[in-house]
Nanobody, 124 residues
Framework: QVQLAESGGGLVQAGGSLRLSCAAS????????MGWFRQAPGKEREFVSA????????AYADSVKGRFSISRDNAKNTVYLEMNTLKAEDTAVYYC?????????????????WGQGTQVTVSS
């Protein structure tokens, strides 16, 4: 069983930056595609970014392109989400997820394991 633990969330002013981390334990991290999703109050969970098992394929939601960057370190069993130029509308709980197919999927239904989430609050 894979366990995912997000960290790095917090309160930041608009225009600021945060770096989220997601550490995996159990399973074989280096074979999983990894994704970041977020859910704002009263809204459905939405795709943010994803990276394939070897980092060769990445995907971003249009709303974060050019501002967010996903990366992974298979030696550390960790995936990162670098978030820059944050906006109030980026406020949400951010979740990381693992996809056993290894792909950089944009659809949450393809992900097999989920973390508990970390809160990101951007003040305007």
């Amino acid at each position: 069983q894979v366990q995912l633990a997000e960290s790095g969330g917090g309160l930041v002013q608009a225009g600021g930056s945060l770096r989220l981390s997601c550490a995996a334990s159990g399973g074989t991290f280096s074979t999983y595609g990894m994704g970041w999703f977020r859910q704002a109050p009263g809204k459905e969970r939405e795709f943010v970014s994803a990276v394939s098992w070897n980092g060769g394929s990445v995907a971003y939601a249009d709303s974060v392109k050019g501002r967010f960057s996903i990366s992974r370190d298979n030696a550390k069993n960790t995936v990162y989400l670098e978030m820059n130029t944050l906006k109030a509308e980026d406020t949400a709980v951010y979740y990381c997820a693992a996809d056993r197919t290894g792909r950089a999927d944009k659809t949450s239904a393809y992900y097999d394991y989920w973390g508990q989430g970390t809160q990101v609050t951007v003040s305007s």
